[in-house]
């Protein structure tokens, strides 16, 4: 694999997920224009779950695209799949607001989102799969964790959008056009984006030769520790891009503090991914899916109190920091792992499914079901509650998983 290959595919999934990611960390300011209500609780959840609308089509678009990139390449499913994120970001740019054309705002949004979660549901699989197949077999931990880094990365432009905006905007121009502003960025790169992922080779057909392994073939127990660890793996990612929406509504902290949290979590996220991607490649998938994930179930709630006793911008900024870090470098790793299990013929399809559906249910939820919590207990520790109970259930998932990783002494790569 080239380099500008690997840029190509790694800047193109950026791009997709800061535009799908940018409607979360906004929650509060598009609430405000699409559901307007007495009730802040009311705004915000009708906020949250359209963005977790989006995730309902995540396993729609990844089975039909999916299906697509394993019969016809996957270089056209990428590039069908950038140009519905495109079109949907900039028609979501300029959707008037319910003080404009009443209920037909938010009936727009969900629709435009719904678009979304299929272009962003039908893209992991393809991308992942090229980038596992175009990369030597003793670096694939690293080629094929650049699926996160590159979410990390949306995240990082994401953050750095709003912590920009809200600080050189009013609340209340933050509310009114700033929000769109984010998003407009997004759209703007969808010339840049197809030109880069047309430059990307076909893999489908050319890449290496697999040998047939028994193991591989048992999809329906890959199907099922792949969905449990991606259902562990997910709701800690969007408790992390909940927490910009978190420190505003619980902690009361200012709007440029909440998007330096989105902002950490993205740099982590960069960072500890492909950190797990090399040392799964140096020591095997199965440790560091596991002990990072260990340390984090025994330290997320402590640095919850931590930050809620606290109460400080370092404090959220720094928890935000040692979570994010121990829940990424495990998460690489199993997604890695996930990838390898599946047959050549079948993996753009069931890698995207497993993984939309893992996010469809327990994603897409995660954010309503964190402020359903808060809001029913009274509990500011309620996010770190729910980040321990899916991680135990990760653990029981890594019993049906076995090592992928090649060895070096002696036996085949897998």
């Known amino acids: 694999m080239q380099k500008r290959h690997a840029a190509a595919a790694v ?13 979360a960390y906004f929650a509060v300011q598009i609430g405000h224009v699409f559901f307007p209500s007495k009730n802040p609780f009311f705004e915000l959840m009708a906020t949250l779950l359209t963005f977790g609308g989006g995730f309902i089509m995540r396993p729609v678009g990844a089975v039909v695209i999916g299906r697509f990139a394993d019969r016809i390449g996957r270089k056209p499913a990428m590039m069908w799949c950038f140009t519905l994120m495109g079109l949907s970001v900039l028609a979501m740019a300029l959707i008037p607001s319910y003080a404009s054309i009443g209920v037909a705002a938010p009936i727009i949004l969900v629709a435009v989102r719904l678009v979304q979660g299929f272009a962003v549901g039908g893209d992991v699989g393809p991308t992942t799969a090229f980038l596992m197949e175009a990369c030597p ?37 933050l509310t009114a056009y700033g929000w769109r502003i984010a998003v407009a960025l997004g759209a703007s790169v969808l010339p840049v984006g197809l ?14 030769a697999e040998t047939a392994n028994p193991e591989k073939a048992d999809i329906g127990r890959v199907a099922v520790a792949g969905l449990l660890i991606i259902m562990g793996s997910t709701t800690s990612v969007y408790v992390f891009n909940y927490m910009s929406t978190y420190a505003q509504t619980v902690l009361h902290m200012k709007a440029n503090v909440s998007f330096a949290a989105t902002l950490v979590f993205g740099i982590c996220n960069v960072v500890f991914s492909t950190i797990g991607g090399v040392l799964s490649d140096r020591y095997g998938r199965r440790p560091i899916m596991l002990w990072p994930r260990v340390a984090f179930l025994f330290v997320s709630i402590p640095v919850f109190m931590f930050i809620v006793r606290d109460g400080t911008p370092f404090a959220l900024l720094a928890g935000t920091a040692v979570l994010a870090a121990l829940a990424q470098t495990s998460s690489a790793a199993a997604l890695v792992a996930i990838t390898e299990s599946l047959p050549k013929h079948l993996r753009s399809t069931t890698l995207a499914t497993i993984y939309a559906v893992g996010v ?17 207990t009274n509990d500011k520790l309620a996010p770190s509650y729910y980040l321990a109970g899916t991680t135990i259930i990760y653990f029981a998932a890594l019993l049906l998983m076995r090592e992928t990783a090649p060895v070096k002494t002696g036996r085949a790569d897998p």
């Open 360 to 376: 469809a249910l327990f994603g897409g939820t995660t954010q309503p079901v964190v402020l359903w919590l808060l809001h029913v």
């Open 11 to 23: 800047i193109g999934n950026a791009l997709e997920f800061y535009d799908f990611l940018t409607f």
């Open 195 to 208: 030109y880069l992922r047309r430059t990307v080779p076909e893999t489908l057909e050319t890449g290496p």
């Open 137 to 173: 077999p003793s670096q694939r931990g690293f080629y094929c964790t650049l699926q996160f880094t590159s979410q990390g990365i949306a995240t990082v432009l994401a953050g750095v959008v709003g912590l920009i905006l809200a600080n050189i905007l009013s609340d209340a121009a």
